[in-house]
């Protein structure tokens, strides 16, 4: 078992390496995608177009694709760009991992999303935000509730990075967004609203496209619902909220990572962001493996909740470490 980790984010330390790094990942994630990828293990340097292979033990190596493994950091990587590297590849096209499903929630330090309100811009700092741009602009698909547009009214687009923006869609099984929401009249990036089967009427929603899914105890399949959008080519679908989505998805059992990321900040009172049914006892709680990144005054939790860490798994050993 990997211990977790605390790495610094380079997002002011090392600007030149972050740029250089973000660039490979992209390119990264465009010959993963166009595929095939090379059947050996192969070293990739950055490039003007892109990526260059070079051999193994070359001193210009950014990253390594094995067949099996999927991508990594080479060897010889400096440790700014390695932490970028670490974080970002795992949510790469794999062979042996063809779908990702990810959740992202921003919540302080007592667990809240937002106020009771709903005000939620902005829990987390600038250096999350610009991740979640990241996020999407790895991934197929962003999905997120209908709570989520009513409160904040996002764009859910790339315009903070590099990279296409991916394919929106939003959850609204009883169809009462209004137009008026940004994501349906921009015209930013192609929409999808899902409703509940029956509910589609004409199929358009302002510029969105309206898709029904089986509905059960009121509630949207969400395992067919992630069929419908594999089959649509959306096979990288990111979370990113709220907390009535994320946890839906967790709770069925169809998160492959789950990113929690703590600001220092208390609410007091407000909205929740993970809710899970109680569990009697500590022991039957999940405890997923995770690494930790800092993104400036933020800590992020990568979690992987479909591998539960048993308790003679835990990483005793691991140092006290001051990061501030």
Same mark, same amino acid.
């Given at each position: 078992?990997?211990?977790?980790?605390l790495?610094?984010?380079?997002?002011?330390?090392?600007?030149r390496?972050?740029?250089?790094?973000?660039?490979?990942?992209?390119?990264?994630?465009?010959?993963?995608?166009?595929?095939?990828?090379?059947?050996?293990?192969?070293?990739?340097?950055?490039?003007?177009?892109?990526?260059?292979p070079?051999?193994?033990?070359?001193r210009?190596?950014?990253?390594?694709?094995?067949?099996g493994?999927?991508?990594?950091?080479a060897?010889?990587?400096?440790?700014?760009?390695?932490?970028?590297?670490?974080?970002?590849?795992?949510?790469?096209?794999?062979?042996?991992?063809?779908?990702?499903?990810v959740?992202?929630?921003?919540?302080?330090?007592?667990?809240?999303i937002a106020?009771?309100?709903?005000d939620?811009?902005?829990?987390?700092?600038?250096a999350?935000?610009?991740h979640?741009?990241?996020?999407?602009?790895?991934?197929?698909?962003?999905l997120?509730g209908?709570?989520?547009?009513?409160?904040?009214?996002?764009?859910?687009?790339?315009? %903070?990075?590099? *990279?296409?923006?991916?394919?929106? +869609?939003? &959850?609204d099984?009883?169809?009462? @967004? =209004?137009?008026?929401? #940004?994501?349906?009249?921009?015209?930013?990036?192609?929409?999808?609203?899902?409703?509940?089967?029956?509910?589609?009427?004409s199929?358009?929603?302002?510029?969105?496209?309206?898709?029904?899914?089986?509905?059960?105890?009121?509630?949207?399949?969400?395992?067919?619902?992630?069929?419908?959008?594999?089959?649509?080519?959306?096979?990288?679908?990111?979370?990113?909220?709220?907390?009535?989505?994320?946890?839906?998805?967790?709770?069925?059992?169809?998160?492959?990572?789950?990113?929690?990321?703590?600001?220092p %900040?208390?609410i *007091?009172?407000?909205r929740?962001? +993970?809710? &899970?049914?109680?569990?009697r006892? @500590? =022991?039957?709680?999940? #405890?997923?493996?995770?690494?930790i990144?800092?993104?400036?005054?933020?800590?992020?939790?990568?979690?992987?909740?479909?591998?539960?860490?048993?308790?003679?798994?835990?990483?005793?050993?691991?140092?006290?470490?001051?990061?501030r």
């Open positions: 078992m990997q211990p977790a980790r790495a610094p984010l380079p997002q002011t330390a090392h600007p390496g972050e740029t250089l790094a973000w660039s490979a990942i992209l390119a990264a994630s465009r010959l993963a995608r166009s595929g095939p990828l090379p059947p050996r293990t192969t070293a990739f340097a950055a490039a003007a177009a892109g990526l260059r070079v051999d193994l033990d070359s210009d190596a950014l990253l390594r694709w094995c067949p493994d999927g991508w990594a950091a060897p010889g990587c400096p440790a700014g760009v390695r932490d970028l590297l670490d974080l970002y590849l795992p949510i790469l096209p794999q062979e042996t991992r063809p779908t990702l499903t959740g992202h929630l921003g919540q302080s330090l007592d667990g809240y106020t009771s309100r709903g939620s811009c902005f829990v987390t700092g600038p999350n935000i610009l979640l741009h990241r996020m999407r602009a790895l991934c197929d698909a962003v997120v209908a709570e989520t547009v009513a409160a904040d009214d996002p764009q859910l687009t790339t315009r %903070l990075v590099p *990279g296409d923006s991916p394919v929106r +869609v939003v &959850l099984p009883s169809r009462r @967004l =209004g137009v008026d929401r #940004r994501v349906f009249g921009d015209g930013a990036a192609p929409t999808l609203v899902v409703c509940e089967d029956g509910l589609t009427g199929g358009r929603h302002g510029q969105a496209d309206v898709i029904g899914a089986p509905v059960l105890d009121g509630r949207l399949e969400l395992r067919l619902l992630l069929a419908q959008l594999h089959r649509r080519g959306l096979r990288r679908v990111f979370i990113e909220g709220g907390g009535i989505a994320v946890s839906a998805f967790l709770r069925a059992g169809l998160l492959d990572r789950l990113q929690v990321t703590v600001a %900040l208390l *007091g009172e407000g929740r962001g +993970v809710t &899970l049914p109680a569990t006892s @500590l =022991g039957d709680c999940m #405890r997923p493996p995770c690494r990144f800092r993104m400036g005054e933020d800590i992020l939790f990568d979690c992987e909740p479909r591998r539960i860490r048993r308790e003679g798994e835990w990483d005793c050993e691991a140092p006290i470490t001051r990061v």
